[in-house]
């Protein structure tokens, strides 16, 4: 298809891993990407991987390719209420524009 | 930390008013970009800006849009007669460029209301 898929929702208990899950559409995207954003503010880049890499760790955030799949992955160890968002995986097909999926709002319960 | 900032944080016009939103970008980078979100919906790309011209632009860009950059440190985005469905959180990003320089760092948005 066209589009970033991204699953909606994802509820986790605090000091349990999240691992939100994304497809993205081009094999010929060069980075792919993870932002974050909390209510009413703006897009936090997290973190982002080069497609020729299978895995990138980066303290509590883990991001995993599988790019035969097209699929992309971030898991966040140790979840705290601050990780409470919405994150949004993106792909960079070309120089200038980025593609995002719908966002993945992550709650976290005491 | 060099951050993008973006002003107003929050914009209302009437149908049909031009409105101007206004970014400043990281101060060494090269490349500019305004991406918008309709409540409840996905982040759109819009338009991309690099060396004074429009690089890349979507389907929403359409005529009544318009990217300026006056001087060496301001972005703009025009809406010459805004519509009922602009309505939307507007976001600015920048990047310095080139393979060492993907990343896009994005403004805290300007949310235009239409009424």
């Known amino acids: 298809g066209e589009d970033v898929e991204q699953s909606l929702f994802l509820s986790v208990r605090e000091g349990d891993s999240s691992v939100i899950n994304c497809t993205y559409t081009?094999?010929?995207?060069?980075?792919l990407y993870w932002y974050k954003q909390e209510p009413g503010a703006g897009l936090q880049l997290l973190t982002y991987?080069?497609?020729?890499?299978d895995m990138k760790q980066d303290q509590r955030l883990t991001v995993l390719l599988n790019k035969k799949d097209k699929h992309l992955s971030l898991r966040i160890a140790d979840t705290q209420t601050g990780d409470s968002a919405i994150y949004f995986c993106?792909?960079?097909?070309?120089?200038?524009?980025?593609?995002f999926g719908a966002g993945t709002t992550v709650t976290v319960r005491a | 930390e060099p951050e993008v900032t973006q002003t107003p944080s929050h914009q209302v016009t009437q149908m049909g008013q031009e409105v101007i939103l206004r970014c400043v970008p990281i101060?060494?980078?090269?490349?500019f970009y305004w991406y918008r979100q309709i409540l409840g919906q996905k982040v759109e790309f819009l338009v991309s800006?690099?060396?004074?011209?429009?690089?890349?632009k979507s389907e929403i860009f359409d005529d009544q849009f318009s990217v300026e950059r006056p001087d060496g440190s301001n972005f703009t985005l025009k809406i010459r007669s805004t519509k009922l469905e602009d309505s939307a959180m507007y976001f600015c990003?920048?990047?310095?460029?080139?393979?060492?320089?993907?990343?896009?760092?994005f403004g805290p948005g300007t949310r235009l209301t239409v009424t």
């Open positions: 990003a920048s990047s310095s460029g080139g393979q060492g320089g993907h990343e896009q760092y």
């Open positions: 081009d094999s010929s995207s060069t980075y």
């Open positions: 991987i080069f497609s020729n890499m």
């Open positions: 993106a792909e960079r097909r070309n120089d200038y524009k980025l593609s």
């Open positions: 101060s060494n980078h090269l490349y």
């Open positions: 800006f690099y060396n004074n011209e429009i690089s890349e």
